[in-house]
């Protein structure tokens, strides 16, 4: 049973960055596509950045694009999103979510992804 474990999280001030890390124990993600998804306080989960197993780029929601990079490092068999200049908005637990099945990643549909992590817990303030 895979289990993906995501890393990385913290509080960090408005304009500061944080990269997380997706990995899963004793299993390499190379095969997996991977989306990165975010839950705020009472709000509804949303898919923010992807990257497939070998087809296609990464894929990135409106919101964070020019400022979320999503990238797999195959030596290690992880997945990484690096998010800059991170605003109070970008608080939120964020999840990776991993698929071997799917050709392409997607951030639209969560229900695409047969694991998840537990989450990190990313608190952008001053």
């Known amino acids: 049973q895979l289990q993906l474990v995501e890393s990385g999280g913290g509080l960090v001030q408005p304009g500061g960055s944080l990269t997380l890390s997706c990995a899963a124990s004793?299993?390499?993600?190379?095969?997996?596509?991977i989306g990165w998804f975010r839950q705020a306080p009472g709000k509804e989960r949303e898919g923010v950045a992807c990257i497939g197993s070998s087809l296609g780029d990464p894929s990135y929601a409106d919101i964070v694009k020019g400022r979320f990079t999503v990238f797999r490092d195959r030596t290690k068999g992880t997945v990484y999103v690096q998010m800059n200049n991170l605003q109070p908005e970008d608080t939120a637990v964020y999840y990776c979510?991993?698929?071997?099945?799917?050709?392409?990643?997607?951030?639209?549909?969560?229900?695409?992804?047969?694991?998840w992590g537990q989450g990190t817990e990313v608190t952008v303030s001053s």
């Open positions: 979510a991993g698929d071997i099945t799917l050709d392409r990643c997607t951030v639209s549909t969560a229900g695409a992804y047969d694991y």
């Open positions: 004793g299993f390499t993600l190379n095969y997996y596509a």
